[in-house]
């Protein structure tokens, strides 16, 4: 099965109120992790990463949060608006960096803005 | 500008038939990836590539190949031993050579049906 998967498929809130996506993985040796952004019919971009060092990180009304105890990650946005709907993806790099880099992803969860 | 060119933007493919998906950058990563999307799912590793003329199966390699004879350049065949070869295609390129933590860049993807 899938080693990072998501707890709810679908997400919807009203514009202007916090939305919060979840995350979870299985792989202890996990060591960064990145949350992407896909609209329709196009390629995902990059939110925003974090390193198993850590456990917040904040970007422009993005925040995540990374709970290594239980292997959980979570991506909080302020102020929702339209523009995030969207599909939104967690990842994370199961490979000790450099050489063996790469990115497993999750289903990923769809987010629903209404106005 | 700097990026990750991918075409076609849609792709239709006769049963029997190979098809080559175009990936090309110019962001002089030394790692390539592609992966493929269905409806509704996360993102799964066909192949990556870490360095030119070097490649590597990822988790669902079967009935696909491709070559790295330039940097710009991961083209990807969707052979006809490819049974279930309509989806949404994606090539990603990192360069994990500037430090083991480093996030993708994504095209926007060639969608492929058979017909």
């Known amino acids: 099965g899938e080693s990072v998967g998501l707890h709810l498929p679908t997400l919807s809130v009203q514009e202007g109120d916090n939305s919060i996506i979840n995350c979870a993985y299985s792989?202890?040796?996990?060591?960064?992790f990145i949350w992407y952004k896909q609209e329709s019919g196009k390629g995902p971009q990059f939110i925003i990463d974090?390193?198993?060092?850590?456990d917040k990180r904040q970007g422009q009304r993005v925040t995540v949060l990374l709970n290594k105890t239980v292997k959980h990650l979570s991506l909080q946005i302020a102020a929702t608006q339209p523009g995030d709907s969207a599909v939104y993806f967690c990842a994370e790099n199961r490979g000790r960096g450099g050489s063996n880099y790469k990115l497993t992803f999750g289903k990923g969860t769809l987010l629903t803005v209404n106005p | 500008d700097g990026g990750i060119t991918q075409s076609p933007k849609y792709l239709f493919r006769k049963e029997g038939q190979n098809v080559t998906l175009s990936c090309e950058q110019n962001?002089?990563?030394?790692?390539m990836y592609w992966y493929r999307q269905d409806p509704g799912q996360g993102l799964r590793l066909i192949y990556y590539s870490q360095i030119v003329n070097d490649f590597q199966k990822g988790d669902i390699a079967e009935g696909y190949s491709v070559s790295r004879e330039k940097k710009e350049s991961f083209p990807l065949t969707v052979t006809s031993a490819q049974k279930n070869p309509t989806a949404f295609y994606l090539c990603a390129s990192s360069s994990p050579g500037t430090g083991p933590n480093t996030e993708a860049f994504f095209g926007q993807g060639t969608r492929l049906t058979v017909v």
């Open positions: 962001l002089n990563h030394d790692a």
């Open positions: 974090i390193r198993s060092n850590m």
């Open positions: 792989n202890s040796a996990s060591d960064y």
